[in-house]
Each structure stands twice: as C-alpha cells, then as structure tokens.
C-alpha cells in the first residue's frame, strides 16, 4: 500500500498510479481492489466490457457489512484457482 497514492489505470503493464506527484507503474498479475463498503461495479463492469475475467470478492461481491474474512477467504479460494 502507498499513502496517498491514486490509481489510473490497469493494463498488460500493471498498475498505473500516481503518488508525491509522480506517475509510476507497479507490474503485477493480479489486483485486488478493497475501496468502501458501498458496492461499485463500474470497474468490474468496464473490465468485462473489454474482456477481462475479473472477480468480485468481499464488500465489492455482497456490500452488506464489512467483513475482512470473508473477503480474505474468497481472494484466498480463487488464488488457488489459478
């Protein structure tokens, strides 16, 4: 986790992000996205419009409380899908 950090984009390349000011990539195969409690799916909409598989897990997947173990359970289960 970088503070303050903000992403724009994920691609082939991985992770765009800006922090202190300066743009960066981070390469990285997968990313998990943990943001709120209210359910958005604009992101995981815009990836399967372009063809991605995304999943969604924990409050993205049920937003109905906030619940680290479940969330944690599911990214675990799927992990050892791929």
Do not use: F, N, W
Request: charged share 25%.
């Amino acid at each position: 986790m970088v503070a303050g950090a903000a992403s724009t984009a994920i691609d082939d390349a991985g992770l765009h992000y800006v922090a202190d000011g300066e743009a960066k990539v981070l390469p990285v195969d997968h990313v998990v996205v943990c943001a709120g409690q209210e359910s958005d799916r604009d992101l995981y909409d815009g990836l399967v419009a372009r063809g991605a598989r995304p999943r969604l897990i924990g409050g993205a997947d049920a937003a109905a409380e906030l619940d680290a173990a479940r969330a944690i359970e599911q990214a675990t289960r799927l992990a050892c899908e791929i």
